[in-house]
Structure formats: structure tokens, C-alpha cells
């Protein structure tokens, strides 16, 4: 793999969205990173269907792709520049087995930094939810001293007030003898 020809990481990375609960590529990305056509990889998907199950691989619906378009701001004018058919879109297995179908050595070469671009994301992920847990028993621990410490100040205020002297009557006493 040569240095000069590595797309940045993170470049990957801001490609890969949440869909459906699952974090895919669109396949006109893929398509770029893999150095070929959208057309040539959606080719060579259709002709090895078998090779990609519904986990690899899925259609978006119109409802999706209009979000997307909008979301990403993919709307081209002028003739030829719109899509036929609806994108399909890629888990990071499918994107693998997308690299073995094409065969070439770009393809191959940059499924290896997608995948590490998938693994850095489920890192990430997993970063985020150790941390909301420490921060749940954060609060709720921070939410027992709270309790305690205004009981103490209570207490050291009830000891820094001295105490009230008992008055007396105010008047004369008679005596009823």
C-alpha cells in the first residue's frame, strides 16, 4: 500500500451513516473509494447477489434517499445527472465483500481502510457508552452526597446560632396568697 494514495480515515468516516440501526456507506461513495463507476459496482453486485444477504447489503427507499439527498445536499442540475434507480447502501461486510467482487487491487486496498474506518466508529460508539455509564453512577452517587452534605451544614449552622435565652414574663407577678 503506498502513502500517497490512502484516503484519510476520516474522510471514510464522514461517509458512514446510522441506517435502520445500522451503520452503512452509500454505494456511490463506496463506488469512488473503490475507484470504479457506481454503475460497474452496482454491475458486479447484481450479478453475485448471493454473496450479499440482506446484513451486507440493502435498497433505500424513496423516503430515505429524498432525506439523504436533501441531508447531503446531492441535488445536480442538468440532464443525466439524477439517479435511475435508488441507491443501495453497505455494512461494513457488505463493503468487504464488495472489494472481493470487483477484484482490483484499489479495491482491495481501500476495503482495508473502510473497514478500519467502521472499527473506529464501533470504538467511538463504545467510548460514549462506558462514559454514560460512569456518569450515571456519577450522578447518582454525587446525588447521595448532596443529601448528606446539606444535613451537615443544617448541623454545623444549628451549632454556630447560640441558643435562645428563655424570657421572661413580662409584667407584674401577683401573689395570690
Known sequence: MSEQNLVPVERVE????????????????????????????????????????????FQLTAEEHASLRSQFATLETGRGRHRKYLPFVFTEHGAIMAASVLNSPKAIE????????????RSILATHRQLATKL???????????????VLFDAVRGLMTPPAKPRGRIGFDRDES
Do not use: C, W
Open 14 to 57: 464522514n461517509a458512514i451513516i446510522l441506517l435502520r440501526g445500522h451503520k452503512v456507506i452509500i454505494d456511490e461513495i463506496l463506488a469512488a473509494l473503490y475507484g470504479v463507476t457506481t454503475k460497474r459496482l452496482n454491475e458486479q453486485v447484481r450479478r453475485n447477489l448471493e454473496r450479499f444477504p440482506p446484513d451486507f447489503m
Open 110 to 121: 481501500m476495503s482495508i481502510l473502510v473497514v478500519r474506518a467502521f472499527v473506529k466508529i
Open 136 to 150: 450515571g453512577e456519577l450522578e447518582r452517587k454525587l446525588s447521595t452526597h448532596d443529601r448528606h452534605i446539606v
